[in-house]
């Protein structure tokens, strides 16, 4: 339970929100968690908080590379708490230019005072004194090494090292994982069924906000500067945190009004919401999902976003939704549970709680789903699946063994009418890639479009 009691120490709440994470949490919710019961905390605390929660799980193989080189005592043999803590420290040391190196140390050295690990705080004090005098001069791979590269500077895990040059050139590679090391963007997508662009971005100047447009989305901006009072809008329901590669799943669904259309896996309803603003509140939506929280969250976000024609209900896909009358969809969006390789600078805690033997069975998992709902399209109808993925287990081997064994469906090629700028998101196939090394800082997602025939 994470406690109250010392306010919003950063250094503590970051601690504790790591410990909790080692055992299974998600990072974003404990955050949140931890920052909803401090509100009044000084901003300064609260960004250096979730930037040492952030920045440590993006960039943990790097620090714990720099200190298995410098601690006294083997690294990997040292307790979880006390790894954690020397983790805090390098993290100052390594990544944060604007803390001291004394200060980095001392203040990592007194936090385990406050904690009540007096006997290790000399281990603390030498090891992170140590790397502060070879931080310049660690002996860090170089990039023509490319598989301890990936591992020990981009801080990937050795099997998805093994995964991206599986599938990309050693370059290519290489500007993945530096590219999924970064913080990710600050997106969202402006509400159409609230506002308008136009009176967003005059919203967002006054409140002291620095902006850009996304590339792709035309709903989307990217905030490069936060002003000092909170984004205008959100009791209103003018935006949605959104990123761009997620804003264009439901372009390339294409929903009209008019239409019967399927979210198969839909919270916590980003896009769900965002089909009924390109319909105009003019499709009859039907939003699932098998956890009754979420489909209350479904609810919520559609009553802040000003959706109309929208039904959240529960439901597991991983059966048969008998209770769904068959060849009635004009239109299902499977956008399934997947392992989140794409978005791992938004949930960086992926990368240490993933294994590869996990990318087959959520495959098995997509499948199912993808067999599952097949049925409920009508002939002519259209079955959209996406991933924020790229292994290919999840996204170009779920496509065949769908194929193999649906031959009512075929492939539909994503790219006309859209925009022209847009035609670099597609492969060979006609499917939708986004990296964000190659488009604009977007999060990697993977979609393909398939029609039933008639």
């Known amino acids: 339970m994470l406690t109250e009691t010392y306010g919003l120490d950063a250094r503590r709440g970051a601690f504790e929100i790591l410990q909790r994470v080692e055992l299974g949490a998600y990072a974003d919710l404990t955050l949140d968690t931890l920052l ?18 952030y920045g440590i799980l993006r960039v943990r193989g790097r620090l714990d590379f720099a200190l298995t080189l410098v601690s006294r005592q083997p690294f990997a043999k040292l307790e979880p708490a006390v790894r954690h803590l020397l983790r805090i420290g390098a993290y100052q040391l390594l990544e944060l230019e604007r803390i001291p190196p004394h200060a980095a140390v001392h203040e990592t050295v007194e936090l385990a005072k406050r904690l009540g690990f007096e006997r290790v705080t000399g281990l603390l004090n030498g090891t992170l004194r140590e790397l502060a005098r070879q931080r310049d001069h660690l ?30 050139p050693n370059v290519e590679s290489r500007a993945l994982a530096e590219a999924l090391a970064q913080a990710a963007p600050f997106t969202l997508r402006v509400n159409s069924l609230k506002t308008t662009m136009s009176a967003y971005q005059v919203a967002l100047q006054t409140a002291g906000f620095d902006f850009r447009p996304c590339r792709y989305a035309a709903e989307g901006l990217i905030i490069e ?28 669904l294409d929903p009209q009004p008019g239409e019967k259309i399927l979210d198969a ?24 999902d098998k956890h009754p929280q979420r489909v209350n969250l479904l609810e919520q976000g559609a009553r802040r976003n000003g959706c109309q024609g929208i039904e959240a209900r529960l439901c597991d896909l991983e059966e048969f939704p008998a209770e769904l009358e068959i060849d009635s969809f004009d239109c299902v969006l499977v956008d399934a549970p997947c392992s989140g390789l794409g978005v791992l600078r938004r949930n960086p805690e992926i990368r240490w709680s993933r294994q590869a033997a996990d990318m ?13 709902v097949a049925p409920l ?40 009418g859209l925009p022209e700028s847009w035609q670099e998101l597609f492969d060979d196939q006609g499917g939708f890639r986004s990296f964000p090394h190659r488009h604009n800082g977007m999060d990697a997602f993977f979609a393909q479009r398939l029609r039933r025939n008639i």
């Open 377 to 416: 399209v009508r002939p002519g109808g259209r079955l959209i699946y996406s991933v924020c993925t790229f292994s290919r287990a999840e996204t170009s081997g779920v496509m065949a063994d769908f194929l193999q064994h649906h031959k009512e469906f075929v492939l539909e090629p994503f790219g006309p």
């Open 360 to 372: 087959q069975k959520l495959a098995a998992l997509q499948r199912k789903i993808l067999f599952n």
């Open 139 to 168: 002996p860090w791979p170089g990039p023509e090494k490319i598989s301890a590269y990936l591992q020990q500077v981009c801080s990937l895990p050795k099997w998805l090292a093994k995964e991206l040059l599986s599938q990309f």
């Open 36 to 53: 909803k019961r401090n509100r009044g905390t000084d901003p300064r605390d609260r960004a250096l908080l979730t930037e040492l929660v």
């Open 265 to 288: 896996c839909a919270a916590p309803g980003g896009k769900t919401t965002q089909i009924a603003a390109l319909t105009q509140n003019q499709a009859q939506i039907l939003a699932l």
């Open 225 to 252: 500067k936060r002003g000092s009072e909170p984004l205008p809008g959100n009791e209103e329901g003018w935006y949605q945190i959104q990123d761009e590669a997620s804003m264009l799943i439901a372009h390339l």
